[in-house]
């Protein structure tokens, strides 16, 4: 029995031995094939920065898509407890640049759509329907000539608006000439001296249009599975500082499989025209408050933010 007892243990014994043997092994295997998907990565890189460096178009985007719905009966714990709500909110960011030893062209989009529902089934009056919330669409295309590695002569159309309500009411349209610099990789700022934002809305008693000067900063980069955008757009009116305006846009992506990762957009805006525009709106004529102007108006900085699932193109 003691004979039986011992050769079990040492068969044992020499079952662990085996199987602790083989995980160092197959983790020793395992080490030298990541250090050849390592090396081959890198050369996979540096093929990659001699493919961007070359003349010729480079196109990309990237998006977040984020959203929820839920539905309740008999929920009595809250005020409303027969209701259906949801939300949802979409980005999309796009380029396509043609970059050449003597000249660039860089065209980009931008967009973030959101709609809110909520129903409550116990009202007839109120609405069953997805509003739109956010809504914002910028387009823009840089033309310029090189006159150095870092310097060149610009020219810049940017085009802000909204599309699912009051499409172009109000649109802005800049056009101007100036200067692009790029002083590191990835980074474009654009000084226009000469600017001309064309202002389009149904009420010309706020909304005016007027000469000034843009500058625009952008930085938009891919590191691993992580892209991000960081833009930065403001007009400086020459006739009035009411008249000025400026917007500036941040967009994160990280990639957690295959195309699919996680996104965060935010945007912070500062704009006295359609401060006031809104106030009017909310005036109220038989109230005891004095009626918005542009010296009593109250701007406020407006923002939005979105996060969810995101989409690599």
């Not at 010729?56 to 985007?61: D, I, L, N």
């Not at 009626?291 to 923002?303: G, Y």
Request: glycine share 6%.
């Amino acid at each position: 029995m003691n004979k039986k007892l011992l050769l079990s243990a040492c068969f044992m014994f020499a079952i662990t031995l085996g199987f602790a043997q083989t995980k160092e092994e197959l983790q020793a295997q395992k080490a030298e094939k990541q250090a050849e998907a390592d090396k081959f990565q890198a050369e996979a890189d540096a093929l990659q920065k001699q493919i961007d460096a070359l003349p010729g178009w480079r196109v990309g985007a990237f998006g977040t898509i984020g959203g929820s719905l839920s539905e309740f009966n008999n929920w009595y714990a809250q005020g409303a407890p027969n209701n259906s709500s949801g939300n949802i909110g979409i980005t999309f960011n796009a380029f396509a640049n043609k970059i050449e030893d003597k000249y660039f062209w860089r065209n980009s989009l931008n967009t973030n759509l959101s709609w809110v529902k909520l129903d409550n089934k116990d009202v007839d009056t109120d609405s069953d329907d997805f509003e739109p919330t956010t809504d914002v669409f910028n387009l823009s295309s840089l033309y310029g000539r090189n006159i150095s590695k870092t310097w060149a002569i610009s020219g810049l159309m940017e085009y802000r608006t909204t599309l699912l309500d009051n499409f172009n009411d109000p649109g802005y349209l800049d056009l101007g000439v100036g200067a692009t610099w790029t002083p590191i990789e990835n980074l474009i700022v654009v000084i226009h001296p000469l600017n001309y934002n064309f202002v389009f809305a149904d009420n010309d008693a706020v909304f005016e249009s007027s000469l000034g000067a843009k500058i625009v900063a952008d930085y938009t980069r891919q590191i691993g599975a992580i892209a991000f955008k960081s833009n930065f757009s403001t007009f400086q009116s020459y006739e009035s500082s009411d008249l000025s305006n400026w917007t500036w846009t941040n967009s994160f992506s990280y990639t957690l499989w295959k195309m699919i990762g996680v996104g965060f957009d935010f945007a912070l805006r500062s704009n006295k025209q359609e401060a006031l525009s809104y106030a009017l709106g909310q005036y109220d004529p038989m109230g005891t408050a004095a009626e918005p102007t542009f010296d009593n108006i109250d701007n406020k900085l407006q923002s939005y933010y979105t996060i969810g699932l995101s989409y690599k193109f």
